[in-house]
T-cell receptor, first 116, second 112 residues
Framework: GAVVSQHPSRVICKSGTSVKIECRSL??????MFWYRQFPKKSLMLMAT?????????EQGVEKDKFLINHASLTLSTLTVTSAHPEDSSFYIC????????????FGNGTRLTVT | DAKTTQPNSMESNEEEPVHLPCNHS???????IHWYRQLPSQGPEYVIH???SNVNNRMASLAIAEDRKSSTLILHRATLRDAAVYYC?????????????FGTGTRLTVIP
């Protein structure tokens, strides 16, 4: 089945530094990828949608300058948390959709970010 | 956007069938019904999806009400590995609506 690889699975960084999270579709071309964050015991919240070759679309309340998204190829999207602060600590998850709108979403295994 | 409502939690005994309900009374004609599940500290996993007819795959069955305002995910024999949070989600296949709404989902506990 389709596989989405997310890296790193866990990262600890100091306040003020930037962290890059990669999301790769391993065996299919993902024209659209989605980025979510999830707080403990809570549901997933969509942060942004990235389409290959164009600018990401951010959900209301998500700072685009803080959460930089790049989708440079059909198999790779990256999320960079810039100038991270402790309140950015969360579980970040990416997902990718295949070529058609009714294709199931395939999720990465998430990245646990801890900002100290 | 059409939303879904699910019970917060359910319990099942191991090796018994489980019926997980989902209400989506504002579903539109172009919304597919998707189910995903999430194990602790992992990303969600696709389970099944359908539009109007009941669907079966190796993981589960999806029963869709005739008026499509509700659906039920059926796990035929629950195992301990099925303990997870199950999310019922609507996806518009015309717009490929990106703002998928993950509700609170149903936390399934499987009792050995």
């Amino acid at each position: 089945g389709a596989v989405v690889s997310q890296h790193p699975s866990r990262v600890i960084c100091k306040s003020g530094t930037s962290v890059k999270i990669e999301c790769r579709s391993l065996d299919f071309q993902a024209t659209t990828m989605f980025w979510y964050r999830q707080f403990p015991k809570k549901s997933l919240m969509l942060m942004a949608t990235s389409n290959e070759g164009s600018k990401a679309t951010y959900e209301q309340g998500v700072e685009k300058d803080k959460f930089l998204i790049n989708h440079a190829s059909l198999t790779l999207s990256t999320l960079t948390v810039t100038s991270a602060h402790p309140e950015d600590s969360s579980f970040y998850i990416c997902s990718a959709r295949g070529q058609t709108f009714d294709s199931p979403l395939h999720f990465g295994n998430g990245t646990r970010l801890t900002v100290t | 956007d059409a939303k879904t409502t699910q019970p917060n939690s359910m319990e099942s005994n191991e090796e018994e069938p489980v019926h997980l309900p989902c209400n989506h009374s504002t579903i539109s004609g172009t919304d597919y019904i998707h189910w995903y599940r999430q194990l602790p500290s992992q990303g969600p996993e696709y389970v099944i999806h359908g539009l109007t007819s009941n669907v079966n795959n190796r993981m589960a069955s999806l029963a869709i009400a005739e008026d499509r305002k509700s659906s039920t995910l059926i796990l035929h024999r629950a195992t301990l590995r099925d303990a997870a949070v199950y999310y019922c989600i609507l996806r518009d296949v015309v717009t490929g609506a990106n703002n998928l709404f993950f509700g609170t989902g149903t936390r399934l506990t499987v009792i050995p």
